[in-house]
């Protein structure tokens, strides 16, 4: 097993010392699936939901959530980002999230991605709790990252 980046040598957190790290363009592309009834669906589509426009309103929370991931994650390093793209798009029994980020860096954005889906769910969920409470968020992951030391990754 590999050791843990995260942890030091006295099993004490570490937020891991990038300094002597190379600078590389760096990407990250993460998925989630929020599972939606039909009704609810046609409802996030049409844009008359009572709190606003699902769509627009968490891809926008997406964005925000990528650019906020060090505050939120204990360990992670404050980056700047150069893009972050959040789709939200209907699917068959719901709506898929997509989010890819990119920084020039020492350090990748898969937890910024991963952030990114995660709060775009979870705003499409506070935004049609009143029609649909057993909606579900599922399959948040990781299917792609680029750059750095390790190499470029895809979910096979």
């Known amino acids: ?9 006295t ?3 570490n937020m891991v010392d990038v300094s002597e790290k190379a600078v590389t363009a760096r990407e990250a592309v993460a998925e989630g699936f929020v599972r939606i009834n039909a009704a609810t669906l046609a409802l996030a589509l049409s844009g008359d939901a009572k709190k606003g ?4 309103t ?7 959530a990528a650019k906020k991931t060090s505050d939120l994650i204990p360990l992670c390093h404050p980056l700047a980002l150069s893009k972050v793209e959040v789709r939200v798009e209907p699917a068959d029994g719901g709506l ?7 920084t020039t860096g020492q350090t990748g954005v898969e937890m910024e991605a991963l952030t990114a889906v995660s709060v775009a769910c979870l705003t499409v969920y506070d935004m049609l709790k009143a029609a ?10 990781l299917l792609t990252k680029t750059g750095g030391k390790s190499g470029d990754w895809v979910r096979p």
């Open 1 to 9: 097993m590999s050791k843990l980046t995260h942890i030091d040598e």
């Open 58 to 64: 968490a891809e926008i929370a997406g964005i925000m």
């Open 132 to 141: 649909d409470k057993a909606m579900t968020i599922e399959n948040v992951r």
């Open 11 to 13: 099993g004490r957190a």
């Open 53 to 56: 426009d699902v769509r627009a």
């Open 96 to 102: 898929s999230v997509t989010a890819r980020v990119r």
